[in-house]
């Protein structure tokens, strides 16, 4: 297994335009978390799925956020009419669900909006 | 959420021992110790976790107190491939992670 892959590593993209990021979890895990991380902050959590279904959303996650997990393995991120302000690193964890278990956390996509 | 108050920073010297303290005075009987680290321009990566007992890893060791009121992580012989954002997170069950602000730490050669 390879861990946690996220595509794409940078975007860069103009104020307005929609980007989507996926993400591959660790084929055995049921758990997949978002993060957004800014410069000097840890990791704020967005959301997170168990198998197909999102369980919980965080209130940073605007209407201009969406994110799917069709089929229960891979997930994607969208952001719609991006702003300058969701300039970060958007980051995926995927775990396997019981008590105490550790998260593995991918690479991380850059996102700048310019 | 219950949080964590730990050491905006931290330096030691190479290939001696580091002890990262971490408080969380309110933590709750169910909720588990966890320690990552985050090396610059990477996502954050699994340390250790613990309960009540003192753990050890490959990577780590976890001392807890005996209220649980704090933890400290250990690490016996810090290399510079230690230098990373060292983050003690509570967590229930398996739900989310809350990060917070972690303790910066320096390896100095």
């Known amino acids: 297994d390879t861990g946690v892959s996220q595509d794409p590593r940078h975007k860069i993209t103009k104020r307005g335009q929609n980007v989507t990021f996926r993400c591959d979890p660790i084929?055995?895990?049921?758990?997949l978390y978002w993060y957004r991380q800014t410069l000097g902050q840890g990791p704020e959590f967005l959301t997170y799925f168990q198998n197909e279904a999102q369980l919980e959303k965080s209130r940073l996650l605007s209407d201009r956020f969406s994110a799917e997990r069709p089929k229960g393995s891979f997930s994607t991120l969208e952001i719609q009419r991006t702003e300058q302000g969701d300039s970060a690193m958007y980051l995926c964890a995927s775990s396997l669900a019981g008590q105490g278990k550790g998260y593995t956390f991918g690479s991380g996509t850059r996102l700048t909006v310019v | 959420d219950a949080k964590t108050t730990q050491p905006n920073s931290m330096e030691s010297n190479e290939e001696e021992p580091v002890h990262l303290p971490c408080n969380h005075s309110t933590i709750s009987g169910t909720d588990y110790i966890h320690w990552y680290r985050q090396l610059p321009s990477q996502g954050p990566e699994y340390v250790i976790h613990g309960l009540t007992s003192n753990v050890n890893n490959r990577m780590a060791s976890l001392a807890i107190a005996e209220d649980r009121k704090s933890s400290t992580l250990i690490l016996h012989r810090a290399t510079l491939r230690d230098a990373a954002v060292y983050y003690c997170?509570?967590?229930?069950?398996?739900?989310?992670?809350?990060f917070g602000t972690g303790t910066r730490l320096t390896i100095i050669p």
């Open positions: 084929s055995e895990h049921n758990r």
């Open positions: 997170i509570l967590c229930f069950g398996n739900e989310k992670l809350t």
